[in-house]
Structure formats: C-alpha cells, structure tokens
C-alpha cells in the first residue's frame, strides 16, 4: 500500500499500535514525533526509517540528534517541530494521539495545510471543537476518528442518511471503580486507579477512565464530530467493551458496531477508510461473551461525567476550562498530591470561577486553558 503516515505520539499506546499496523499493510512512516522516550523513538527510526523525527521535551534533543548521527533523518523538537510534522504535505494522513491539550496547535497546523487526520488526541476537539470543526469544513479536510466508540459511531453512520440520524448511543466500560460509591472512593490509590479492567492505555487516559471523565470527554467530542446536541447523546455502561457504541435512526432501528476491545480495528479503520482489510487482531465470539450487559451510568458517585457534560451545555469555553483543570488535576493526583476524588471537585470549582466567554479564536483556548491550569495549581498549593 502506497499510503503514507505520519505520527504524533509514535511512542504511545497508539502510536505502538498504529506502528503494527503500518507495518502489516505495507504502508510508509514519513515523520515520527514523541514526548520524551527517545530510546524507543530511536528503535522506530531505525525501523520506520521516517525522514524527520521530532522529541517535544526539547531538553532530550542533543541526546536523540547524537544517537542518530548515522542514520539519514531530520532531527526536530518543541512545539515548533511538532508543527513543522503536521503540515508535511508529504504524507497523506496525520496520526495525532498525543496527549492532552497540546495536541490542539498541531491538529490546527495541519488543517491549515489540507492534511486528513487522524485523530486520537480528544482534548484537540473538547478543548477547540468549535475552532477544529469550523477550519477543517472550510479547507475540506477529513478528521477520522481513532477513538473506539467515536469510530463505532462514524462505522454506523455509513450509508445512511446523516439528517435520519435521532441519537447516538456512546458505550462506557465503567472503569475500574464501577459498582462503588462515592465512600468507597475517599482513599483510592494511584495503583487502584490505574487498573483497567478491558483496555490497556497511557496514564492519564486511565485515570479518566476510572473517574468517567474520559467518558465525559468523549461526550463532548462526539458532539463535536457529529454535530449532536447534548440530548441526542446517551451514555451507556457496558462492562465488557464489546459494543464499542451504536446509534438510533428516525426509524427506532440501532445500528452497533462490535468487536474485541482492542484499539488497532478503530485505528485500521481510520487509517484504510473506507476498506476494511485484515487486522492484527482477534476476531469476536459472542458465545465466549454469552451475557452482554447495559446500565444507566452513576452520575453522583462518578461526578467527573455530570461536570463534563454540564461543560458543554454551557458552551464557550466552559469544556476547555474543564479539560485543562483535569489535566492538571490528574497529574497532581497521579504524584499523591491530591485525592482521587478532589480531581472532581477541583474541577468543578473552576468550571465556577470561569467568566463564561465565547471562543472565537485561538488565543480564546489557550487563554481559558492557562485559567484553568493556574486555578488548579493554585488551589492546590493554598
Ligand atoms: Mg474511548
């Protein structure tokens, strides 16, 4: 296959993924850009042979530009280096699966540059969806999916008719506190927190997980990817991640897409769209599942997901203040400097000291993300 890929996150749950399946269909790595791991990031270039590389850390470039010296490869950091990947023509699809907010300018970049993307990186669209989604219909570029349940969702909307479309029905695995209440969580450990049941993720992703607010989040970019008011969104918990989400035509029939929870099927998907090729992965048994089940999600002991999904009634740039308050707050709570609880409450309080503002431009994110983060840190220090 003649396609070619670039990768933001190369080193990632994702970015490890994607990599395979690159590999199994032949396609070529242009360019590969992590955060910090440049030991792996030395294997993929020796491997991928890309030709630019990128360590966002720019305090580990000398290092990785010295390990490389042999090896035929444009050696790049920072921020400006990411930017410098994302709007590279020369390849045909984005892979953005950093994490968090920083993700935001690179996904930006490459819109600008008519690059189709693919996109795992959800803070980019719950903290500047507005923004992303109103650029990338101007210049015609194609945002994939790479979440399973937003590519569960695009799955099922194909071949019908988009205005048919009554809901959408986003499936949540209930994380590994599911069943407890709101006691039971006053001491979790980091450790607790980060055993996921079903999938294997980064940190920061898994402790979203375990408070919900991963869901939230996907709450919101799903309103975003497909246009949906709040009320055309219902979350459903659904242990065992086999229904990855469905979704409700006029005519009462919903249409799910399944499979083993394994994240290469929605990654293939976004990257070969509209094939469907063989995947490096396992097919699903039914009958080795037998039960599927399906609950209403526990809003009160669970308070990251009601938050969330207030963020995004409110507007503006309420999600974005929601977004980086977590992110600062999970990070504080992933270094035992606040409770697994207090990432709920923190967050809520400055989603309540924000002056709600529209977002316009750029600089409307990045201004209510810097709110967010100094309200966190601050509080936290008091
Ligand atoms: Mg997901």
Redesign the pocket.
């Known amino acids: 296959m003649e396609k070619v890929v670039s990768i933001l996150g190369s080193t990632g749950s994702i970015g490890t993924q994607a990599l395979e399946v690159i590999e199994m269909h032949g396609m070529h790595v242009h360019a590969l850009a992590a955060n910090q791991n440049i030991a792996l990031l030395e294997t993929q270039v020796r491997k991928y042979h890309p030709k630019k590389v990128c360590v966002y850390d720019t305090t580990r470039y000398s290092e990785l530009k010295a390990r490389l010296t042999d090896v035929d490869v444009q050696v790049l950091t920072g921020m400006d280096g990411m930017c410098e990947i994302a709007l590279d023509n020369c390849a045909d699809i984005l892979i953005n699966s950093v994490v968090g907010m920083v993700g935001l300018l690179p996904t930006l970049t490459a819109i600008n540059a008519g690059i189709d993307i693919a996109l795992a990186n959800k803070e980019t669209l719950v903290a500047g969806g507005a923004l992303v989604m109103e650029r990338a219909a101007k210049k015609g570029v194609h945002i994939y999916p790479v ?3 937003h590519s569960a969702i695009f799955q099922c909307l194909q071949g019908n008719k988009r205005e048919q479309l009554r809901k959408i029905i986003l499936t949540a695995s209930g994380g590994p506190f599911y069943g407890k209440i709101k006691n039971e969580l006053q001491n979790v450990t980091v450790k607790d927190a980060l055993a996921h049941p079903n999938w294997s993720m980064g940190n920061k992703i898994t402790i979203d997980s375990a408070t919900l607010m ?1 869901k939230g989040l ?1 709450f919101i970019e799903a309103k975003w990817l497909f246009d949906l008011q709040p009320e055309q969104i219902e979350i459903v918990v659904h242990r065992q991640s086999v229904v990855h989400s469905a979704v409700e035509y006029q005519d009462c029939s919903v249409i799910a897409q399944m499979g083993v929870p394994d994240m290469k099927i929605p990654i293939q998907y976004a990257l070969l769209y509209p094939d469907r090729l063989p995947c490096p992965t396992r097919s699903l048994s039914l009958t080795e599942y037998g039960t599927l089940t399906f609950e209403k999600p526990d809003m009160k002991t669970f308070e990251c997901l009601q938050i969330a999904i207030e963020s995004i009634r409110i507007g503006g740039i309420a999600p974005c203040v929601i977004n980086g308050a977590n992110e600062v707050a999970v990070a504080a709570f992933l270094e035992g400097k606040i409770g697994f609880l207090d990432i709920a409450t923190l967050s809520k309080k400055a989603m309540r000291a924000m002056k709600p503002m529209e977002i316009t431009c750029y600089e409307d994110v990045i201004r209510a993300d810097r709110f967010a983060r100094e309200f966190i840190l601050n509080t936290i220090s008091k």
């Open positions: 979440d399973s349940e991963n996907e």
